[in-house]
């Protein structure tokens, strides 16, 4: 049996997380592993709920506590439920999203501070961590763009101040640059076949060290 791991996507939003992660997961299936497809926030029934509750653009006044723990308690139901019995199975965890959002939205763009972060973390997650955060950056001016091209309406986050979302991508930035075995940047600027091939670079790596 082939030895689970977790590969988690994140980065601006409209940076093409959901292309990259369908492709991947694609690429992964085309080679017989078997793959999970997950999101936060949501990834079970339980966090859909909460995925609403959270993103809900009618309720504006969500206090920042509030939103951490939603976030928290979506953490903990997805990796009991989802995530460790898949790697227990031997399969490959694809989310879109995990806990460095936290890191980046809540605390570097919100401003909860570090400890009530990783206490909250600590609470879900158990020191369980993804074996790789592969971060998508962007320009959230140009992610907020792409992500109203779509036609779709914004939900509660992306509906924030620029200022915000500038904060959350330097935080992802930072939190690459302390942690360099555990997360990657690709320039999501860049044309989609680029951005894939840099991608699947990282995923073949991780393939010879955990596969
Ligand atoms: P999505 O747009 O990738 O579906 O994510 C929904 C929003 O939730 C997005 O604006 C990022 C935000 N988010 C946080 O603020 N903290 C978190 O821990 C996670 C997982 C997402």
Do not use: W
């Amino acid at each position: 049996m082939n030895k689970g791991f977790m590969v988690v996507f994140d980065g601006s939003n409209g940076a093409g997380k959901t292309t990259v992660i369908n492709e991947v997961a694609r690429y992964l299936t085309e080679k017989g592993f078997s793959v999970v497809l997950t999101r936060e926030p949501g990834g079970t029934p339980i966090g859909e709920k909460i995925r609403e509750v959270i993103l809900d653009p009618s309720t504006p006044e969500m206090c920042d506590l509030t939103e951490l723990m939603l976030f928290g308690a979506g953490r903990a139901q997805h990796l009991a439920e989802k995530i460790k019995p898949a790697i227990a199975e031997g399969k490959i965890v694809l989310s879109d999203r995990f806990d460095a959002a936290t890191f980046s939205f809540q605390h570097y763009a919100r401003g909860i501070d570090l400890a009530t972060i990783s206490q909250i973390n600590e609470l879900a997650l158990h020191g369980f961590k993804p074996e790789m955060n592969i971060i998508l950056d962007l320009d959230p001016l140009e992610g907020l763009k792409r992500v109203k091209s779509r036609g779709e309406g914004l939900d509660r986050l992306e509906d924030e101040k620029m200022d915000f979302l500038v904060k959350a991508r330097n935080g992802y930035l930072l939190q690459a640059q302390q942690q360099p075995d555990n997360f990657s940047v690709i320039d999501a600027a860049q044309s989609k076949t680029q951005v894939l091939e840099q991608v699947l670079k990282i995923i073949d790596n991780l393939l010879a060290q955990y596969a």
